[in-house]
């Protein structure tokens, strides 16, 4: 035995990787017994599983086409990493899309173009682009609100997002005079980075919850009051990613901070119910919508995926009822989005944005109360040409969630849901974090939101237009089918859009409510 052991350090390097594939094989076929594949083919076997974990990858980089990816393919994240580096982002030798497609959008320009005369605000400053509505103005809110871009972050926690790639997205949002919508997760020190929050809460009440799990007015109305960067309240009904499903957040992913940040107990499994213990009909839910207005001043607002429209109609005749209601309606793709959920969910249940919100607007221009709702937009209309016909259709902003995870690094990896994020951005792995150069993302994320506005408002400009609000539904048609071809949006959807009561851009720039700047409502928009 001492002379094995003496002769050991005298063996070949290949006797070492021999021994070690041998050690492997007899693991493989005589201990595991989870991994069919392994036991009847030792150690070639996790290759199958190592080339199934690299397969996202493998097809991003040298399988698929470019316009062949989903959720986003080749040339859409080309051009959000371009638009976001300040790069080429143009395309030459003509278009790649099968133009006869179904769904294909085509913008009508005008023969002669809106000229930008001298001294108007876009000559002043290009991407300058604020809503056409104030959030709040019609229900007489202590502080309504204008957002100051219609390009926004959406709705995406900290704790599903990491510390870094929050902080990066509140400073650019602050650079692109966007706002930053909080997700459900609570507002932590990383959203206060000087950028305009949308508070938002769902089920769990992170942040503004008690002991028992049920909401605080008392913990609002503090937070409100500690936190003037708070510009307006969402309240979530549903999201497009898992509508109707509530969901379990692991002791074992509950650090401290995010405990004081959700108020939830440390290293205990917190449960989000699939429904509201606050509200349980749609009376109950204007009344609440009501409460929060009234107690902390701020305009209030709801965002749900899009399915049967029972409901919705209940409270569209409750708002022309009682001349209350909410303040701005966000309207989620059934596309599914940042939030992980079974594919049931995020493949079938809800409708996508295009039917969703086609579906639901109609329900308020039915009763003409579109003029006292902000419409807001989010599922994947992150790119200029999709921007301009959801303007069409009635949307007065737009939320971005995985756009602008993609204008700070994300690579599509589809690992959000595992928290192995390669590039740092949904991980609490600390290591993988240190990856996220802050100023840098943040100027990247400001400079694609600038990209953007910039090239919406020249579509706008080429339809004849001076705001992207001013967009009609016979602005732009999209492709139907082999018999009909193409068909406006007002023929497609079987609606107009109402006309926004928009005056000049130089009258948004002078707005009092601009940004949020004003305590109360003693002024005039």
Not at 42 to 71: C, D, K, T
Not at 122 to 139: D, H, S
Not at 352 to 372: E, I
Not at 415 to 422: I, R, V
């Amino acid at each position: 035995m001492n002379n094995f052991i003496d002769n050991i350090p005298s063996l070949p390097w290949w006797t070492w990787i021999f021994l070690f594939l041998f050690l492997v094989a007899i693991w493989d076929i005589f201990i595991q017994r989870r991994h069919t594949i392994k036991h009847n083919f030792p150690i070639v076997g996790h290759l199958r599983y190592w080339l199934e974990s690299i397969g996202p990858e493998m097809r991003q980089y040298f399988v698929a086409n470019n316009r062949e990816e989903l959720p986003f393919n080749r040339i859409e994240r080309g051009w959000i990493y371009a638009s976001a580096k300040k790069e080429n982002n143009y395309e030459g030798f003509g278009s790649d899309r099968d133009l006869y497609a179904h769904q294909h959008i085509f913008i009508k320009n005008r023969m002669m173009a809106f000229s930008v005369p001298e001294g108007h605000p876009n000559a002043i400053e290009p991407t300058f682009v604020p809503c056409a509505k104030v959030m709040g103005l019609y229900n007489k809110r202590k502080k309504p609100f204008r957002p100051s871009s219609v390009v926004n972050v959406s709705a995406m926690s900290f704790g599903s997002l990491s510390a870094a790639a929050v902080e990066a997205m509140n400073k650019g949002v602050k650079k692109a005079q966007a706002y930053h919508n909080t997700g459900e997760g609570g507002l932590s020190s990383y959203h206060k980075h000087g950028g305009n929050i949308v508070f938002h809460f769902g089920t769990g009440y992170f942040g503004v919850r008690t002991p028992d799990g049920n909401f605080s007015m008392e913990k609002m109305k503090k937070l409100v009051e500690d936190n003037p960067c708070i510009k307006a309240i969402e309240i979530k009904l549903s999201q497009g990613a898992k509508p109707g499903k509530g969901g379990v957040l692991p002791g074992a992913k509950i650090t401290p901070e995010l405990a004081e940040i959700r108020g939830v107990e440390v290293g205990k499994d917190v449960l989000s119910p699939a429904t509201h213990k606050a509200f349980s009909n749609v009376q109950e839910l204007l009344a609440f919508i009501e409460d929060i207005a009234n107690e902390t001043g701020l305009p209030v607002g709801i965002k749900g995926a899009i399915g049967k429209l029972d409901q919705w109609e209940e409270l569209a005749d409750l708002m022309l009822a009682t001349g209350k209601g909410p303040d701005f309606i966000t309207v989620d793709g059934g596309e599914g989005g940042t939030g992980a959920a079974p594919p049931s969910f995020a493949d079938h249940v809800s409708l996508p944005w295009v039917y969703g919100f086609s579906s639901l607007y109609k329900v308020f221009l039915n009763r003409n109360l579109t003029d006292r709702i902000v419409f807001i937009g989010s599922g994947k209309l992150g790119f200029p040409a999709k921007a301009a016909m959801a303007f069409a259709m009635g949307v007065d902003c737009i939320n971005v969630a995985r756009e602008a995870m993609m204008s700070i690094g994300c690579i599509q990896a589809q690992a959000c849901h595992n928290n192995t994020c390669p590039t740092g951005i949904a991980t609490q792995n600390k290591w993988l974090q240190k990856g996220i150069d802050i100023p840098l993302k943040s100027d990247r994320l400001a400079q694609y939101f600038n990209t953007f506005k910039k090239e919406l408002l020249e579509i706008t400009h080429a339809a004849g237009y001076e705001h992207p609000s001013q967009f009609t539904m016979d602005d732009v048609q999209v492709n139907v089918d082999d018999n009909d071809l193409n068909r406006s949006l007002a023929s497609t959807y079987g609606y107009n859009k109402v006309k926004v009561a928009f005056t000049s851009v130089q009258d948004l720039k002078d707005c009092s409510y601009l940004g949020g700047k004003i305590e109360d409502n003693t002024l005039k928009a």
